[in-house]
């Protein structure tokens, strides 16, 4: 089955850390630019960072830059976000999703997501 | 950075009626890279539509989308009872990518 499936999230104090995870199953997963894209309780999207299928291309959101990194590993067909300097604001669903063009930037294919709460 | 205005925010319509979604962005959208997702509770979003009159694998004719520059629109042409949901625009044109507030179809 083609599918994405996030895990890591959780409750974390301000100004910890978590490390996010999606796994990818069913697809050639170099051949995709994979994604975050968040979205707090109640609220709209939020684009948060992409890495391409090489990893020779990351990006981020300003809001997040300084703070969070992208990696993969395409042995294992997944992904992280490591979430440093966690701010209440931060605080969402994190989706990993599908870019299906290369760079197209927009998104196919998503995950369920995995809840991030940021609170003392 | 690109921001979309999404109109209007609810929209009430009985199964069967024609729903029209509109998307306004504050500078051309550059190739008119544009697409559409629907949102279900608890559920990812879904592609819809995208280039912006592009239709995503497995999505019924009775959606649609249209525009250029800085409007866009998704027209639902007759609603079936699980259309019911919530709508995005985003652009993919510059950076940052950028996604509107988003429009909840309802069932009146």
């Known amino acids: 089955e083609v599918q994405l499936v996030e895990s890591g999230g959780g409750l974390v104090k301000p100004g910890g850390s978590l490390r996010l995870s999606c796994a990818a199953s069913?697809?050639?997963?170099?051949?995709?630019?994979i994604n975050w894209v968040r979205q707090a309780p109640g609220k709209g999207l939020e684009w948060v960072s992409g890495?391409?299928?090489?990893?020779?291309?990351?990006y981020l959101a300003d809001s997040v830059k300084g703070r969070f990194t992208v990696s993969r590993d395409n042995a294992r067909n997944s992904l992280s976000l490591q979430m440093n300097s966690l701010r209440a604001d931060d605080t969402a669903v994190y989706f990993c999703a599908r870019d299906p063009r290369g760079n197209g930037w927009y998104f196919d294919l998503w995950g369920r997501g995995t809840l991030v709460t940021v609170s003392s | 950075e690109i921001v979309l205005t999404q109109s209007p925010d609810i929209l009430s319509l009985s199964p069967g009626e024609r729903a029209t979604l509109s998307c306004r962005a504050s500078q051309s959208v550059s190739r008119n890279y544009l697409a559409w997702y629907q949102q279900k509770p608890g559920q990812a979003p879904r592609l819809l539509m995208y280039d912006p009159s592009s239709r995503a694998t497995g999505i019924p004719d009775r959606f649609s989308g249209s525009g250029s520059g800085t409007h866009f629109t998704l027209t639902i042409s007759r609603l079936e009872p699980e259309d019911f949901a919530l709508y995005f625009c985003q652009q993919y044109g510059s950076s940052p990518l950028t996604f509107g507030g988003g429009t909840r179809v309802e069932m009146k």
């Open positions: 069913g697809f050639t997963f170099t051949s995709y630019t």
């Open positions: 890495i391409s299928g090489t990893s020779s291309d990351m």
